[in-house]
């Protein structure tokens, strides 16, 4: 194994709280990139050589991972509990969604739509243009671990794996 290319995404310090997202690779107008969330407050949009196209403000750190829908845009949530929907080819944010607590976990494709799951066990379905389809809200407290299950989608099913250890299938 080699590695082809590296990047400091935010040039973290040692002993840093966490702060990144998973990468995704997603589809622009001119070929692949790669997608990331730092705890700079930023998601990188990088080319396939980690060239950096563009750098998109976010409100907080960025540690939910990326998905892009079918309509081009890219979904990724940050700490302070926004949803961003980014145009890739741009750099830009089109729409905003607000949570209560922050996303952690990967947003999933549900059709042409995506699944979210929150830090405090609410799950939520938004369009390509960022309009909620439905919400659940599951039991409050549980486990105090900071890594979040993304939720999966499987026929006509969302599961999901709740903070206080239940899998609720929606």
Excluded at 20 to 46: C, T, W, Y
Excluded at 100 to 105: D, G, P
Excluded at 120 to 139: A, E, I
């Amino acid at each position: 194994i080699t590695v082809s290319w590296r990047v400091d995404l935010d040039q973290r310090r040692p002993a840093s709280p966490s702060g990144m997202s998973n990468p995704a690779v997603v589809q622009g107008k001119h070929g692949e990139f790669i997608v990331a969330g730092a705890q700079d407050r930023r998601v990188r949009v990088l080319d396939t050589n980690g060239s950096e196209i563009h750098r998109i403000a976010m409100t907080a750190a960025g540690e939910s991972g990326a998905l892009q829908l079918p309509n081009g845009l890219g979904v990724v949530g940050d700490v302070d509990g926004k949803l961003f929907g980014l145009d890739i080819n741009n750099g830009t944010v089109v729409w905003t969604g607000e949570f209560s607590s922050a996303l952690l976990s990967r947003p999933v494709p549900a059709g042409d739509d995506c699944i979210v799951q929150t830090e405090n066990n609410q799950v939520f379905r938004f369009t390509p243009d960022g309009k909620k389809v439905w919400s659940y809200s599951g039991p409050l407290g549980g486990l105090g671990i900071q890594l979040q299950p993304s939720p999966v989608v499987h026929r006509d099913r969302v599961y999901v794996a709740m903070k206080n250890g239940d899998v609720v299938a929606l």
